[in-house]
């Protein structure tokens, strides 16, 4: 079974955090946009320019209901929240969701000409693009989510810590 699941803007170290996460607690990390590549067998760049970003959606959906039935930490892409099919599995689920929650300027500090090779949006967007898209997500993450950490200042380790404290907590209750 999946025992989290990282949400949370690109550039917020849902994959870092995830990978930190799986060593400290010996689990395998599941990474949504490695399951869309493995899937399409092509880059996430070339599915949105070959096949344009529904097609992306629709391979995302898929690969994210697949994701359910594995075990390990899940880490998402950053618009998984953009389809509807998408949020409804996520409210629905009993799995501890995580927003990983990384505030704009921060976000564009990490964002570099770099990302825009891996991250389409990136380069399509731009910088005012991007924090729109921020302020559109930001209240959809928050809905979903049973934790919200503000990772501005922490280091992916710290970050973990946190999940990893909120997870033996849980599950101390349950
Ligand atoms: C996207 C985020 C990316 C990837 C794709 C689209 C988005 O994942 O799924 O480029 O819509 O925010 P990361 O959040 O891991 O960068």
New binding site residues.
Partial sequence: MLTAILI?????G??TVGNVLAINTQQQQID??DE?VSAAGKS?KQV?AEDGEAA?RQL?TTVLKTAFKRNGIL?????VI?SETNRAVLEATEIPIIFLKTLPTVILERLTGEDAA????VGQLGPAGLTR?WKKREPLYESISDLTILTDELTPEEVSEKIETFLAQKSAVE
């Fill in positions: 949370g803007f690109m550039g917020t849902k994959t949504l946009d869309i996430i949105f992306f995302e880490s998402t892409g950053g618009g953009e891996v991250r389409p949006l898209l």
